[in-house]
């Protein structure tokens, strides 16, 4: 079978060891659309349920413990014919590179998805490649995060070293701002994510839009496929609520974006795979905020397949194989995605979808949230939705209409939180 293209016909897929499966609500899109090019043998710490019509077959693991993890991976490797690594779980991208080092699968070297991982080593790789990005200063305590603050000026970002979907992040202003913004960034836990002597850091405030890139990249070369508009709120958090791609943004053909995107990925040796790489763009010019060696979360590789026709997940499992990726945009569409939150933390009573209420693009309007549900806002929860809509069209300002009043179009009805 030839290395770079993916077999036809009679042949038997090939496989995928995907490593860990995630939040079916947020990525089971992910492997229906793979699962029509690739078998996948899921390496997981829990028995597959919903995952069982997509995959070949499982092995149930610690996925934190690389011995036992190197150890299966070997045996299905042994009977099958796998072709590449898998996964989409922030906790688990430096795991995976490490076991596609072992098998002699395509992929980046370790190292550089750790760099990808630890927000501190990539500032200082890019501050080595004289990139331009914010000042980022990583503390031990309290008392170093208000030197930090006041060495960058206020307002300053503070925020958790070695998380991602902005949890543990926020605004302060003040000293005092800075101790209790510290405190909660310490806090910010995640399953699998590595601690730090200097955990948390103290980052000058950007100003300007947020957009993110999913990308793949192969033999060094990157390939943007999606770019989405990020909306943020909870303030003084950085809580996401919102993205919107557009098939044919403009930013996707801006120079000095791709230049920065470009010089970033070599300076950190990111070769091979696929990447979500987060920018503001400042009145200075772009600036990286965060680059992680995966797919984005929050539905934005499905929203780039809604507006372009073509699924960055399908391409970045063909680039985890070794397969040449389809990259190339069909359609030039606008989605958007809205997630809901509550104004307070609550318990929710029901979550109504109005469908009466819906317009002419709305795509999928879920509930994510069942009666009973604890929903809180951060710091004591971070990502704690009770729905999200999806809007598809080829008018963006139609779109955009549509989504105005997200809350009007799935309901919450709450009662106050237990004391």
């Known amino acids: 079978m030839d290395a770079t293209t993916p077999p036809t016909g009679d042949t038997p897929a090939p496989v995928l060891l995907l490593i860990g499966s995630g939040d079916r609500r947020y990525r089971e899109y992910i492997l229906a659309a793979i699962t029509r090019d690739f078998r996948l043998w899921l390496l997981d710490a829990y028995e597959p349920t919903w995952q069982l019509p997509y995959i070949e077959g499982a092995t149930v693991l610690n996925t934190k413990d690389v011995h036992a993890l190197h150890e299966a991976a070997g045996h299905v490797a042994a009977a099958l014919p796998v072709v590449g690594v898998f996964t989409y779980d922030e906790s688990l991208v430096h795991a995976a590179a490490q076991l596609a080092q072992t098998l002699g699968l395509p992929g980046s070297p370790p190292r550089a998805v750790q760099a990808c991982r630890d927000k501190a080593a990539t500032r200082a790789i890019l501050n080595e490649a004289e990139i331009p990005q914010p000042a980022s200063i990583p503390v031990a305590d309290a008392d170093e995060a208000t030197t930090a603050a006041e060495t960058i000026g206020y307002p300053v970002v503070v925020k958790a070293r070695g998380l991602a979907g902005s949890m543990g992040v926020l605004r302060a202003d003040t ?13 910010a836990t995640y399953a699998g994510v590595p601690r730090y002597e200097a955990d948390v850091l103290i980052e000058e405030l950007l100003t300007g839009e947020e957009i993110s890139i999913d990308a793949v990249i192969t033999e060094g070369v990157c390939t943007p496929m999606v770019l989405a508009r990020k909306q943020v709120g909870c303030n003084p958090y950085f809580e996401e609520i919102g993205h919107t791609v557009h098939g044919a943004d403009p930013l996707m053909e801006d120079p000095e974006l791709l230049d920065q995107l470009n010089r970033i990925h070599k300076a950190i040796g990111y070769v091979h795979g696929a990447t979500h790489t987060e920018f503001k763009l400042t009145p200075h010019g772009p600036r990286l ?56 933390d609550c318990i929710a009573a029901t979550v109504t979808v109005r469908t009466d209420r819906l317009g002419p693009t709305i795509h999928r309007a879920v509930a994510t ?51």
């Open 289 to 344: 905020i965060e680059i992680n060696a995966r797919l984005g979360g929050d539905f934005i590789p499905y929203l780039g397949a809604l507006a372009t026709g073509t699924d960055p997940a399908v391409a970045a499992a063909h680039v985890a194989a070794g397969f040449a990726p389809d990259t190339a945009p069909r359609t030039s569409h606008t989605a958007a995605i809205r997630f809901l939150y509550p104004a307070q």
């Open 175 to 187: 000293p005092a701002g800075v101790r209790e913004a510290y405190a909660v960034a310490a806090a």
């Open 369 to 419: 949230a069942d009666p009973g549900t604890a929903l809180a806002l951060p710091p004591r929860a971070y990502l704690n939705r009770y729905g999200y809509v999806i809007a598809v069209g080829e008018d963006p300002e139609q779109v955009t209409a549509d989504l105005a009043d997200p809350s009007a179009l799935i309901e919450l009805r709450a009662q106050p939180p237990a004391s």
